[in-house]
T-cell receptor, first 113, second 114 residues
């Protein structure tokens, strides 16, 4: 079975600082990995996904994530935080043949002015 | 932008009432999903469907039921609402594939049972 662990339920950074949200996965077969963002009172929106092509994946809003098989990680980064990045971020994993996504617990990102 | 809709967005209802949460999508997706999400918590899959007349239970046991009579429509019903059903319910859809498909989410329904 697959699983995802997001390290840090709450991350706070200053505007303009680097954003780093950590995600580690567990899977016995090659995974598909996703990052979603959820703004208050809204559904989830896909930021980016890894499907075994390039290990560095670029997404929307300046976010990117790097798949590191040796570390079983898929951390999300953004070089310079913006106030509008404040939201809940979810990492999720799936595998070929699976019929569902398994989500992590979520990380709430707060941006300080 | 994903074309998946949920109504109502907010619902406050008394214990024992029957409720139906509506979800519809205009993308022609075969797969649809219902998730339950408590505030600040992860999403738990409660139901999914591969297509018309297909429904499956998810990982989290739920007293709700679903139906899939039309491709675009996947309503969720609670026959007798209880305070323990208070939560946010998110609907999603995706293409039918091998596992790497993007799920598109609706805006959610926040349910409060008094």
């Amino acid at each position: 079975a697959q699983s995802v662990t997001q390290l840090g339920s709450h991350v706070s950074v200053s505007e303009g600082a680097l954003v780093l949200l950590r995600c580690n996965y567990s899977s016995s077969v090659p995974p598909y990995l996703f990052w979603y963002v959820q703004y208050p009172n809204q559904g989830l929106q896909l930021l980016l996904k890894y499907t075994s092509a390039a290990t560095l994946v670029k997404g929307i809003n300046g976010f990117e994530a790097e798949f590191k098989k040796s570390e079983t990680s898929f951390h999300l980064t953004k070089p310079s935080a913006h106030m509008s990045d404040a939201a809940e971020y979810f990492c999720a994993v799936s595998v070929q043949g699976a019929q569902k996504l398994v989500f992590g617990q979520g990380t709430r990102l707060t941006i300080n002015p | 932008e994903a074309d998946i809709y949920q109504t109502p967005r907010y619902l406050v209802i008394g214990t024992g009432k029957k409720i139906t949460l509506e979800c519809s999508q205009t993308m022609g997706h075969d797969k649809m999903y219902w998730y339950q999400q408590d505030p600040g918590m992860e999403l738990h899959l409660i139901h999914y469907s591969y297509g018309v007349n297909s429904t499956e239970k998810g990982d989290l046991s739920s007293e709700s039921t679903v139906s899939r009579i039309r491709t675009e429509h996947f309503p969720l019903t609670l026959e007798s609402a209880r305070p323990s059903h208070t939560s946010q319910y998110l609907c999603a859809s995706s293409e039918l594939g091998t596992g790497g498909e993007t799920q598109y989410f609706g805006p959610g329904t926040r349910l409060l049972v008094l």
